[in-house]
């Protein structure tokens, strides 16, 4: 593999990570439950509501958690728990609690009757990063792809 996008968890010394775009944290919600009807919401107001979160093993699981502790003073206690967004997005419109979600990871799932809610009191975002490894050439092939994801990339 020449090349990765995604959010490196910790510094590798072998692996350059070349910015690409942030990726902001959002809260999804079924459309009746009143949070759903703000543009905006601050993250204690999380704590009414019953959590989907991802596993343990997911990205964005830590810092979901730590933010939501912070800004609730409550311990993060999930109803569920899923491995992948499509199951979360599935949970939530069936009713079955709230999620937080890096809003790249619901970009072309369905979301007929979930509602994307912004979250602020923090803003919370993430780097998504193009990584290579510092040691070995890209192909002509890889370069042109990174060059083209750099002058392509959403503002």
């Known amino acids: 593999m020449e090349i990765a996008i995604g ?3 910790k510094p590798d010394p072998d692996l350059e990570a070349t910015p690409y775009v942030k990726d902001r944290l959002i809260a999804l919600a079924l459309e009746s439950w009143p949070i759903a009807r703000k543009r905006t919401a601050a993250w ?6 019953p959590i989907v979160a991802p596993s343990r093993e997911s990205s964005t699981r ?3 958690e730590r933010t939501y502790e912070k800004a609730t003073g409550k311990r993060f206690l999930p109803v569920f728990e899923t491995a992948y967004w499509l199951t979360t997005v599935a949970m939530v419109e069936a009713g079955l609690g709230i999620a937080v ?3 790249h990871a619901i ?3 369905s979301t007929a009757r979930v509602r994307v809610i912004k979250l602020a009191q923090p803003v919370v975002s993430r780097d ?4 290579t490894h510092r040691e070995r050439i890209l192909s002509p092939a890889a ?3 990174v060059e083209h994801l750099l002058e392509h990339r959403a503002r």
Do not use: Q
């Open 107 to 109: 970009t072309h799932l």
């Open 44 to 49: 204690r107001s999380l704590a009414e509501y």
């Open 143 to 145: 370069r042109a792809f």
């Open 128 to 131: 998504i990063d193009i990584i």
């Open 62 to 64: 830590e810092t979901i």
């Open 7 to 9: 959010a490196l968890p």
């Open 101 to 103: 979600a890096p809003s």
